[in-house]
């Protein structure tokens, strides 16, 4: 039996696809409504092929409790947010999550941590309780080429909303271990839905590949961005530069945006800044261009008004609260951080509307009626391009539209 700890966008759909392919599992998640929630046969967020995947766990026997259960493998998948000032990982759910494993689990488990993490965060922060509790049982250290007592393994998810049931089943993994016997083992269970290849190595070696990929996009993201702004400095159109620069065989420039959201990108190259302050020049540049995309959005759309004869910001709509299209998942959101950017600055946050967030908790000038939305303003800005804005061209006739995206094909439209 697996017990996976967590159950948010990553542990949840790895918990069902675990138990939908034959592996008895069963859920924790300290959240007591979200595990009432599961336990009355709905899901807790929105996902293509979640429901479909849930009900099939159901059928195999999945179960989900606030408890830690004894058993001989533990799937650790809990948030590591980082921290702003220092941009170094906080590891301390997943240390908590380890602690409270170690308080149930047999001798000889294994502890799987999938959160993300930054290369030495497993030795720095999580192998010294490990250590301490096999000590306490007179086992060997499990640093050793055949442990003992509990073994600890990093494999890494990934996944990315909005195509997770997918991903999950086809994406390549990577099991660190500190021993080949335990690495094959966990790769056993990975290999029971995966079917992308899975390769086993050291825990180092994996948690910096988890990082180096999310830092490689955001690198290029940024790059993206730069170049929009080079190119609107001087009234240039990136778009068609970037078109005919990616007809060479060589040359694959990613589209620029409103800026990046979501839990990868735009965290987890932090990590290499803040533990490799002196040496990751590239990367940190690139995070901070990415992080004032908003800011820069911010000021084409004031630009705009100002030539639009546009003097009340209320009459300014954003279309798009998450930091995807077709998700609900609003972490790290570029239209939230331009909404705190203008609180900052004393003023008030400008209309949104989003058909996939509806929390007025967190967005409290946001308009749920999309017809009602256009009625309210004169311009509107695209700042995710969900599927429903492409379906509904017709009712942004008239109005001012700054298309963050390039996605917009009517007549007259404003690029960042």
């Known amino acids: 039996m697996i017990n996976v700890i967590g159950l948010g966008y990553i542990g949840l759909p790895t918990a069902l696809m675990m138990a939908s392919h034959g592996v008895e599992v069963i859920g924790t998640d ?33 179960k989900f409790t606030t408890e830690y259960q004894k058993t001989d493998m533990y799937i650790v998948s809990v948030p590591t947010p980082y921290d702003k000032f220092s941009k ?8 908590a999550a380890v602690k409270e494993v170690l308080k149930v689990c047999p001798d000889n488990a294994t502890i799987v ?49 909005g195509n997770m049931v997918y991903e999950l089943l086809h994406n390549n993994r ?16 990975y290999a029971s839905f995966c079917q992308g290849e899975i390769v086993v190595t050291d825990i180092r070696t994996a948690e910096m590949t988890k990082v180096v990929e999310n830092t490689f996009r955001a690198v290029n993201i940024a790059f993206a961005n730069e170049l929009a702004r080079i190119c609107r400095h001087d009234n240039m159109d990136v778009y068609e530069i970037i078109r005919i620069c990616n007809m060479h065989p060589r040359v694959n420039i ?58 009340d910001s209320s009459r300014v709509g ?8 077709n998700v ?23 209309k949104s509307f989003d058909p996939f967030f509806t929390d007025k908790e967190i967005v409290k000038n946001q308009v749920l009626d999309f017809d009602e939305f256009l009625e309210g303003i004169d311009m509107v800005v695209i700042m995710v391009k969900h599927d429903h804005i492409k379906m509904n061209w017709e009712k942004l006739k008239g109005k001012v ?10 007549e007259s439209v404003y690029h960042i």
């Open 30 to 62: 300290y959240n007591k409504e979200l595990v009432d929630t599961l336990n009355a046969g709905k899901t807790t967020f929105k996902e293509d092929g979640l429901d479909e995947l849930f009900a099939e766990a159901v059928k195999a026997g999945i």
């Open 328 to 350: 609900d998942d609003v972490r790290e959101s570029p239209t939230l951080q331009m909404i705190e950017c203008q609180e900052r600055h004393l003023a008030r946050p400008l």
């Open 401 to 410: 539209i700054l298309d963050c995206h390039n996605i917009c094909p009517l």
């Open 318 to 325: 954003l279309y798009g609260i998450t930091y995807k299209e």
């Open 88 to 95: 170094k990982v906080d590891a301390c759910y997943v240390v």
């Open 113 to 161: 941590v999938e959160s993300t993490v930054s290369p030495g965060t497993m030795d720095k922060f999580v192998r010294p309780i490990v250590d301490e509790f096999n000590k306490s049982l007179d086992l060997r250290p499990s640093t050793l080429d055949k442990p003992s007592g509990i073994s600890l393994v990093h494999a890494p998810e990934r996944i990315i909303p």
């Open 174 to 189: 990577t099991i660190g271990a500190d021993s080949k016997e335990i690495g094959e083992k966990v790769k056993q269970y």
């Open 254 to 311: 990613l589209q620029p945006g409103p800026g990046v959201g979501g839990h990868c990108i735009s965290v987890d190259p932090w990590f290499l800044v803040g533990d490799y302050p002196s040496l990751a020049k590239v990367i940190d540049e690139s995070m901070r261009t990415n992080d004032s995309q908003p800011q820069f959005v911010l000021n084409r759309i004031y630009e705009i008004m100002e030539e639009n004869g546009i003097t």
